[in-house]
């Protein structure tokens, strides 16, 4: 599953894409320490074959 991590600051937005939770989760605990806000994980789930 990838993971897509959403924060902006006071000039923009970025996206990162991260391939596991803890991971994602880690690098938006780095974002908000870092003065980033509106820091969101947005989960991406790959389509099922049918």
Not at 3 to 8: N, V
Not at 11 to 21: A, D, F
């Amino acid at each position: 599953m990838t993971y897509f991590i959403y924060a902006r600051d006071g000039t923009g937005q970025i996206i990162l894409k991260r391939e596991s939770e803890d991971v994602a989760l880690k690098k938006a605990h780095e974002l908000k320490e870092m003065g980033w806000f509106d820091v969101e994980i947005r989960q991406d789930r790959e389509p099922t074959a049918a």
